[in-house]
């Protein structure tokens, strides 16, 4: 379907026409005066100069050819030359109606469909999933699904942090507590062991430990680098061992995730790459790009337009050692083999910026990708503690994602079980849906880029612009098409129904929802899940109004009654649809 607001541009840019002006002047935009009119425009402004004419002349010459518009019930023509506007109420009602009919309730997907990958996991492995990866799973999410609905070919890698020194570092003190494991015996020959040498936590507990070890001591982590080495040199011991490292972190992983809604669909990570290493790197060099500096390869990537220092990136280190631009440079080829893809996403930590800046500028230099293959990063701000310092635990540690999921859990189901009676079973399942609203909600209404303060109390509040309010909204609207159901009303037969608004509040709440295919669009275009949370605050807020303002069940006018059940189920399923795409859902009841 065509966007309302174009529709109304037409109509009005018609009238500029048969007016004998330029079509172009006709563009409308929302009101700025929402106590004066609905919409606006400011074209007989624009036009003023051009056709040497007070605008307020031209404004009326507009409105006249506008008397019997079937998209304005309102012209009005105000000094100096704006254009007041008002819609018919039958406009809007048939717009909304037609929504109804439309599988995306009026969004029309994309004519060019793209195949897109989002990197948006980062965890490593053998490391908790921590704070630090909660915005990239959260926003990569949203903008995952946002990509989806709207047409495109999306395909979310987890990209697992599981080559670099943190394996060497967990193996290397397996080995100092258990060196009769029979990994570490090189001359070994025969099959290893199916089940792995340690539990989760035990393993979750070795990173840490010979990692704050390995600062203090240069021979152990010289130890650690040698593992390292030997299982990226494809020591069997090693690879056995990592394996199952990588099996029980993955298990986690997964799990943690899943609580989370995140799901991806590639599982690869840095090592996937590794044999392809040494085939870039000799390309690289072949074709002139890498050269050797103070005995490390690197390649240039510096613009003769840039305004600060970018430096070179490096491809391997002096020892022959490869880094992490090398495995993100080598996976870009992999991707580019494997998928083919017109656009590659990476969601981090916006202090990674001026790095992937390198990397990109790098995979273009050296042909890895098209031309027109798009490299884009998406860079996110931090998630601070109320004194507006990077979260910690309240004994100041890096709080694990689990511990921070499952507080926000106990505060709902303490909130939700209070002053009433109800199962624990349901309570729980209920606190799950809203904690994970409340979070996603909290941190994706923000514009990504900007640090926010994480503030549990205001993220699970029932009102305001939280995710709680939005849920109790959608709820809300349940709970009414419940009652039309027990009093004998059949909302399937009557959803269709949807009538021109007979109150200004379901006129509010039916231009509010006519704009969900422009608020999806824009989403979209600027990867900006911030504007479908504004959008939803907007629409819920005018369902409010509107419950408020209508005696909706105690209606006697059947009729009326089935177009208002028609106008709900509506609102619900284009809120539900938005919130999925923001990557949480609703519950039953609250
Ligand atoms: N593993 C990295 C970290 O924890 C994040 C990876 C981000 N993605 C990428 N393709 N480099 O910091």
């Known amino acids: ?341 017109d656009k590659i996403i990476y969601m981090t930590d916006k202090r990674q910026e001026l790095y992937f800046e390198q990397v990109f500028r790098c995979a273009r230099k050296t042909k890895l990708v098209k031309p027109e293959t798009e490299l884009k990063f998406i860079g996110f701000g931090t998630m601070n503690g109320k004194d507006g310092k990077p979260f910690k635990t309240r004994d100041g540690g890096v709080m694990r994602l689990e511990s921070l999921i499952q507080e926000i859990h106990d505060k709902m189901f303490k909130k939700i079980t209070e002053n009433r009676s109800i199962e624990n079973e349901e309570a729980s399942q209920t606190a799950e849906t809203v904690a994970l609203a409340a979070l996603k909600y909290g941190d994706l209404s923000n514009q990504a880029s900007k640090d926010y303060i994480f503030d549990i109390d205001r993220f699970t509040s029932s009102e305001g612009d939280t995710g709680p309010y939005i849920l109790y909204t959608i709820v809300r609207i349940k709970s009414i098409l419940a009652k039309y159901t027990e009093n004998g009303g059949d909302v399937q037969a009557v959803c269709s129904e949807i009538k021109p608004p007979v109150n200004q509040s379901e006129k509010q709440l039916m231009m509010e929802l006519a704009k969900f295919n422009a608020s999806v669009e824009t989403a979209c275009e600027e990867y900006a899940p911030h504007k479908l949370c504004a959008y939803i605050y907007d629409l819920a807020n005018a369902l409010n109004h509107f419950y408020h303002d209508t005696k909706i069940l105690a209606e006697e006018d059947a009729e009326k009654k089935a177009g208002w059940i028609a106008l709900l189920t509506l609102t619900r399923d284009v809120l539900e649809t938005s919130i999925d795409l923001l990557g949480f859902s609703a519950p039953e009841r609250m």
Request: aromatic share 8%.
């Open 1 to 341: 379907m065509k966007k309302i607001l174009d529709l109304i541009s037409d109509e009005m840019m018609q009238a500029f026409e048969q007016a004998g002006y330029a079509r172009t002047l006709g563009t409308v935009t929302l009101s700025n005066r929402p106590d004066l009119c609905e919409y606006q425009c400011n074209g007989a402004m624009a036009g003023a100069k051009q056709y040497k004419k007070a605008p307020i002349m031209i404004a009326n010459d507009v409105a006249a050819k506008l008397c019997d518009s079937l998209v304005f019930e309102k012209v009005e023509a105000v000094a100096p030359g704006f254009l007041n506007l008002t819609l018919k109420k039958e406009f809007v009602g048939n717009y909304v109606k037609n929504m109804r009919a439309d599988k995306k309730y009026g969004l029309e997907e994309t004519k060019a469909p793209a195949t897109i990958i989002i990197d948006y996991g980062g965890p490593n492995i053998a490391k908790p999933l921590h704070i630090g990866h909660l915005r990239s799973a959260i926003i990569g999410e949203s903008v995952k699904r946002i990509l989806r609905y709207i047409g495109h070919n999306v395909i979310g890698d987890v990209h697992l942090g599981d080559w670099g020194l943190q394996m060497g570092l967990v193996m290397n003190e397996l080995k100092v507590r258990k060196p009769e494991l029979i990994y570490f015996d090189e001359t070994y020959t025969g099959v290893y062991p199916e089940e792995p040498p340690f539990t989760l936590s035990e393993l979750e507990e070795l990173y840490p430990f010979a990692s704050k070890r390995s600062k203090e001591d240069d021979a152990y982590k010289a130890d650690a680098m040698n593992c390292t080495f030997k299982l990226q040199s494809g020591v069997a011991g090693y690879r056995a061992l990592w394996n199952h490292i990588i099996a029980i972190s993955v298990t986690d992983l997964k799990k943690n995730y899943a609580r989370l809604n995140v799901e991806f669909d590639l599982w690869n990570g840095e090592s996937a790459v590794h044999n392809m290493i040494p085939e870039m790197v000799e390309s690289m060099k072949k074709e002139g790009y890498a050269y050797l500096s103070e005995g490390a390869l690197v390649v240039d990537v510096k613009e003769e337009t840039d305004t600060k220092e970018i430096p070179p990136c490096m491809i391997l280190k002096s020892d022959g050692a490869a880094l992490y631009n090398t495995t993100d440079l080598a996976t870009i080829m992999m991707r580019m083999e494997q998928n083919k893809p």
